[in-house]
């Protein structure tokens, strides 16, 4: 293997050696106060990095040979080329994929009067970050643009999130806040959904082209005082409703039948 002594210039970028501090740099955003001091996210394989490529300044950008001959000519100015060898030792996967990035974390500024106009949802401390990549992506599939988080739901951009999104980070604007105080500060006409077991057939119920719709934590749902500030409550009916079956849904599978019969009653206004 042809070991690099200094750094030289390929393809209008910069080829230098990966070095023992940026990978140890690369492993601390496994944590979110290293994430959070430098205001930055790690994301790896070539779907993902291609996707958010162009969407969020790159800080640096780290790939095998076989990777950058194919993309040339990316918009970002510090570039490592690595072997297959090194790329496991600086990825958090356990099967690297060519290229992974660190990129900027967007400052989303939060407006509620978004809600007026658009279908948005909001989660109540959800805590495992598969299910938040996951509702991350369905929100992207299904136009959803904004996703409310309380200041407990895990951290959207911890890399196990980053991933589970599937590039749907790069087109949806997150933003961390206090619910109730997003709820009390809604004009009075703007519909508040909550899924829970109280609710109504959501299949019987007309549903908005606006609004909120909140889904709540894995374990205890949509916590009761959150679920006593909203003004239409849903529930999604098992089949048939007199079978024993599971006692609730993952959220992310909730949070995909909801968005799917949102859209369904919109398209056939």
Known sequence: MLVLLTPITIHNYKIDMLS??????IHSLE???S????NVFLAE????????LGRFPCRFLIGTSEWLTVHSNIPVADITEVSEDELCRASLLRTPQQVLAVFEQPE????VSVTERNLCLALDDIQDPGNLGTIIRLADWFGIEHIFCSPNTVDA?????IQATMGGIARIKLHYTSLPELIRSLPKDVPVYSTCLNGENIYTQPLSANGIIVMGNEGKGISPSIEAMTNRKLYIPN?????????????????AIVCAEFRRQIASY
Do not use: M, Q
């Open 20 to 25: 023992k501090n940026r990978i140890k740099y």
């Open 31 to 33: 944590l979110k106060k």
């Open 35 to 38: 994430r959070k001091a430098d």
């Open 45 to 52: 394989g070539p779907k993902l990095v291609g996707e958010l």
């Open 108 to 111: 989303n500024h939060l407006d």
């Open 157 to 161: 951009y911890s890399p196990k999130t």
């Open 239 to 255: 089949y048939p409703t007199d079978r024993e079956t599971s006692e609730s849904l993952n959220v992310a599978i909730a949070t």
